[in-house]
Each structure stands twice: as structure tokens, then as C-alpha cells.
T-cell receptor
Framework: SQTIHQWPATLVQPVGSPLSLECTVEGTSNPNLYWYRQAAGRGLQLLFYSVGIGQISSEVPQNLSASRPQDRQFILSSKKLLLSDSGFYLC???????????FGSGTRLTVV | AQTVTQSQPEMSVQEAETVTLSCTYDTSESDYYLFWYKQPPSRQMILVIRQEAYKQQNATENRFSVNFQKAAKSFSLKISDSQLGDAAMYFCALNSGGSNYKLTFGKGTLLTVNP
């Protein structure tokens, strides 16, 4: 079966510290992968997406970066976190337009 | 550019009653897909229902159905026999082209179900 794993579930980090969030997919090949951020209370903002290994598209200029070292692995990183990086981060995958996304369980990041 | 608008930030419904959540969208594409996602307090995003633009028949999934009005670019979600477990944030989303399969989401409607 197709599953998506995202970790950690919760993270509290000091300002200026690095960040690494990981997402892996099982049961499918060559998925499109996405990182979204959801600020307190509302909508989802697309941060990055990838249509293949090493291919990263950035939607919003920011303090974050993404990498896809393997077909089913997607990593969200930062060298130095800002307070404004706090939020709920969701990873998702898709293999065809009509299927929509399957989301991971999310990471709640608090930068203090 | 494609946009999705959910004009109701919050809605409430009595248990066992019916509620309709509104969504309008804009796209220049003729071939697209529309989705409703549910985000309960756990914050796990769950796909509720999907609709392909070329299909005139409205999609249904158990107690969930949509009213797809293509000319009006409207895609509302009807929840029948509302249950306490339906309480969640509901997001409307649009995929209208490109091999990247990007979804554009509305800002969401928070649904409260009153016992």
C-alpha cells in the first residue's frame, strides 16, 4: 500500500539553529512531492515541489530550502531558523492529476 | 493564474442536519480537477471528494456530495446527516494543469457540529 511518513511530529528550535524535516513515500515510484506550510489558523502555502530526483522548484523566496536525494525522499532544511518559520509543515505526494494529494501527518515547528 | 475562494470562514450545523460549504474558483483551463479536503483537529489532511471538470455528474461519497456548476465556476460541498466527527477545517482545492500537479487551496472553512 502507498504510505507517506513525515517526521518529527513536533519540534521546538531556537532562533538561528538549523532545521531538517524529512518525508519519505512508500508503495509508489516517481511521485511528485510537495512541502506546504500552514500558519496558525489557516490556509496552506506551497513552499517547494519536486517532479524528480534533484529537481526542486521554489514557490516562495524564503529562509528555507528543499532537496530530493532519492526518488521517494524529500527534505526541508534551513541553515538558520527565524521566528517567522514557525508553523505546521506538511509533506504530500501525487502521481496523477486526478488523484489529488496524499498528505503526511505534519510537523509542528515552533521557533523560540 | 488560478484562484480558489472560500467565502465562509466559519460555519456551524446541528448534528443530523445538512450543511453546504461554498467554493468558487477561477482558471483559464478547460480540463481540471476539483477537490475537498478535511482537516480535523489532528491536522491530518484527508481527501473527502473529487470532481473532474469534464464529468457533468456531481460526485458523491456516502454523506458527502458536491454541486459542481462549471459555468459559474462553483464547487460546493454538501454534508448530509452531519456527525460530530465531521467537525473540521474544510479546504477546497483546484488542479488545472501542468505536469507538476500543483494544487491551489482556498483559505478554508471551519465547520462546527453542535450536538
Amino acid at each position: 500500500s502507498q504510505t507517506i511518513h513525515q517526521w518529527p511530529a513536533t519540534l521546538v528550535q531556537p532562533v538561528g539553529s538549523p532545521l531538517s524535516l524529512e518525508c519519505t513515500v512508500e508503495g509508489t515510484s516517481n511521485p511528485n512531492l510537495y512541502w506546504y506550510r500552514q500558519a496558525a489558523g489557516r490556509g496552506l502555502q506551497l513552499l517547494f515541489y519536486s517532479v524528480g530526483i534533484g529537481q526542486i522548484s521554489s514557490e516562495v523566496p524564503q529562509n528555507l530550502s528543499a532537496s530530493r536525494p532519492q526518488d521517494r525522499q524529500f527534505i526541508l532544511s534551513s541553515k538558520k531558523l527565524l521566528l517567522s518559520d514557525s508553523g505546521f509543515y506538511l509533506c504530500a505526494w501525487s502521481v496523477h492529476r486526478g488523484g489529488g494529494y496524499t498528505f503526511g501527518s505534519g510537523t509542528r515547528l515552533t521557533v523560540v | 493564474a488560478q484562484t480558489v475562494t472560500q467565502s465562509q470562514p466559519e460555519m456551524s450545523v446541528q448534528e443530523a442536519e445538512t450543511v453546504t460549504l461554498s467554493c468558487t474558483y477561477d482558471t483559464s483551463e478547460s480540463d481540471y480537477y476539483l477537490f475537498w479536503y478535511k482537516q480535523p483537529p489532528s491536522r491530518q489532511m484527508i481527501l473527502v471528494i473529487r470532481q473532474e471538470a469534464y464529468k457533468q455528474q456531481n460526485a458523491t461519497e456516502n454523506r458527502f456530495s458536491v454541486n459542481f456548476q462549471k459555468a459559474a465556476k462553483s464547487f460546493s460541498l454538501k454534508i448530509s446527516d452531519s456527525q460530530l466527527g465531521d467537525a473540521a477545517m474544510y479546504f477546497c482545492a483546484l488542479n488545472s494543469g501542468g505536469s507538476n500537479y500543483k494544487l491551489t487551496f482556498g483559505k478554508g472553512t471551519l465547520l462546527t457540529v453542535n450536538p
